[in-house]
């Protein structure tokens, strides 16, 4: 099995008291008080990323019970197969609420739930809910619609490029809308796309980067767990996106926003639930409305359009005026998917599967 290259285990003492009568349900408190929780992070914490966001969250958990929770953390999980035996431990030493936060920890979770229904289950990027296991994942879509305007008026070359983890709808749909944003400013922008097949490859992100730059790519954008795609683009006088984080120490100069996550609100939601007894499996889609998709400081060198332009669409897309797929909206064949008027729907935007108009690149 691959192991954790670190496991960090927090430990506190004496829990206050909680009604023992609350202990046989699904996500309450054991009887002795004390609010046991679990996290498993796909990658190691850094000082940026993915993984970094999430462990504020439990970081705000350790915060606000102190001494009434004890909190074991186990990074560097993301095959499956690993997954399932971590979330498996976890659940058989007691822990009332455990975090999965992968795309890839989701059967695994599917699997453990079942055998543990005293123990709440949240999954971050989950699309299968049980009685026992929530999901909540972020509207990113919406975020890279932003950036993609200021990358509209600062893109010299009407190419932009776009690198992601893994061709998922959480990763296909924020690429198009990145694309999306840049159109809404000039029409004849196109965005080339690399997939790495990874959420932590540096090596391939860097290779991603460069060929992307070579391609005439001056706009550069990541999903992805590190930062390389900002400091490649830097280096080579490229404007970039950052993920996650603010990401503006390693562009260079030319980091022009970055959509960030905060998750802090869904840990701490969840945490408190567990401790009271009143956790109930949820389905959360949240974005700009709700602050969980944020966006970081614009750069100052954009012009003063750009980010008067990024903020006005940002301020829409949360009073519901604008909607990053809103028609027409054509796929990367020409066919038409949404008509004029009309807007991709939730479902459709969860699961999607292809390519606008002006994509350059392949999904397989």
């Known amino acids: ?62 915060a606000e019970f102190g001494d009434d929770a004890e909190i074991t953390v186990i990074d560097s ?33 599917q699997k453990v739930a079942p055998r543990f229904p005293k123990t709440a289950f949240e999954h971050c990027s989950g699309i299968k809910h049980l009685k026992n296991l929530g999901t909540f994942e972020a509207k990113y879509f919406e975020g890279t619609y932003v950036a993609g305007v200021a990358a509209g008026h600062v893109s010299k070359s009407a190419k932009i490029g776009f690198i992601g983890g893994f061709p998922i709808p959480d990763i296909v749909g924020p690429a198009n809308a990145l694309l999306r944003g840049a159109q809404s400013v000039n029409s004849d922008i196109t965005c080339n796309v690399i997939f790495l097949n990874s959420w932590f490859d540096p ?32 280096e080579n ?29 869904v840990y701490l939601q969840a945490a408190r639930d567990t401790a009271n007894g009143t956790w109930t499996s949820n389905e959360r ?27 006005k669409a940002r301020a829409e897309i949360i009073a519901g005026t604008l909607h990053p797929f809103g028609g027409e909206l054509k796929d990367q064949s020409g066919a038409l998917r949404v008509e004029t008027g009309q807007s991709l729907s939730d479902g459709g935007i969860r699961s999607i599967d292809w390519f606008v108009e002006g994509m350059i690149g392949k999904l397989g």
């Open 285 to 311: 889609w949240l974005g700009l409305a709700d602050d969980v998709i944020q966006m970081s400081p614009y750069n100052d060198d954009l012009p003063p359009e750009a980010t008067a332009a990024a903020e």
């Open 237 to 265: 006088d490229a404007w970039s996106i950052g993920y996650a984080s603010d990401m503006a120490p390693f562009g260079n100069g030319k980091h022009l926003t970055a959509f960030t996550l905060n998750w802090v609100p």
């Open 77 to 109: 999980i993301f095959r499956p197969q690993d997954a399932e035996r971590v979330f498996r431990q976890l659940a058989g030493a007691g822990n009332d609420l455990i975090f999965g936060t992968s795309f890839s920890h989701g059967t695994p979770m």
């Open 203 to 234: 090596g391939k992100e860097k290779e991603a980067a460069k060929t992307l730059i070579a391609q005439g790519c001056d706009v550069i954008c990541s999903m992805t767990d590190t930062a390389t795609g900002v400091q490649v683009a830097g």
């Open 1 to 62: 099995m691959k192991r954790a290259t670190r496991r960090d285990i927090l430990k506190y003492g004496a829990a206050t008291g909680l009604a023992a009568g609350l202990a046989n349900l699904p996500g309450a408190a054991r009887a002795e008080g004390k609010l046991k929780v679990g996290a498993v992070y796909v990658s190691p914490v850094s000082e940026i990323g993915w993984t970094k966001q999430h462990s504020l969250g439990i970081e705000a958990i350790r």
